[in-house]
Each structure stands twice: as C-alpha cells, then as structure tokens.
Nanobody, 121 residues
Framework: QVQLVESGGGLVQPGGSLTLSCAAS????????MGWYRQAPGKQRELVAT???????NYADSLEGRFTISRDNAKNTVYLQMNSLKPEDAAVYYC???????????????WGQGTQVTVSS
C-alpha cells in the first residue's frame, strides 16, 4: 500500500508564490516518475510537471517557466515551486507517483488526495 500526502496549498495573491510538497509512504520497491497535475472546476485534470528518479523534468507548455519541480529521492518527496501565480492557476493540485511495489513488478500509478490552490486578491 502506498500513500501520497500533499501539503502547501492555500490562498495567495496574484503574483505570489507557493510551494507544494508530496510525500510518499508505505511499502514499495522504487518510485520512478513523480509529478503534479491540476484540475480546475469544470475542466479536465491536466499535467503540470513530472520528474524522474534521475531528475529529468517535463513541464506543461502553458506554465511559461513559472513553476519548478524538484525531488528528494531519500525522502520520497516531490516539490512544486510556483511563482508569479495567476488566477488561472487556481485549481486542486494532485500528486502522482509511478510506483514499483516489488523488484521486477509492474509499476502502477497512485494519486494523492489533492490540495487546493486559490489565487485571488
């Protein structure tokens, strides 16, 4: 069983910054890709950013370089530094991890419960 627990969401003014964290816990062999997705009201869940265990990153084009994803493999934790936040960034942000339960097993994806980010003056 794997649990992903997000933290760091909240209310921020336009132009402000927030850092989200997501820690994975439980019993597993390894985590390959970890990432962040978001879902605004009435919209589909969309990719924000991903990072591999080796540090390779991928970002949604729409972010325009405002967000930075990072990871601490020793802590099984992924972070999302969000700068220059805009009202359109407001959404529930979900952590995702691609986890291999045992050596040689097929990886499967897990989701966190989500953390709300509100951008408003």
């Amino acid at each position: 069983q794997v649990q992903l627990v997000e933290s760091g969401g909240g209310l921020v003014q336009p132009g402000g910054s927030l850092t989200l964290s997501c820690a994975a816990s439980g019993s597993f062999f390894s985590i390959n890709v970890m990432g962040w997705y978001r879902q605004a009201p009435g919209k589909q869940r969309e990719l924000v950013a991903t990072i591999t265990s080796g540090g390779m990153t991928n970002y949604a084009d729409s972010l325009e370089g405002r967000f930075t994803i990072s990871r601490d493999n020793a802590k099984n934790t992924v972070y999302l530094q969000m700068n220059s936040l805009k009202p359109e960034d407001a959404a529930v942000y979900y952590c995702n991890a691609n986890v291999k339960p045992r050596w040689g097993s097929t990886p499967r994806g897990y989701w966190g419960q989500g953390t709300q980010v509100t951008v408003s003056s």
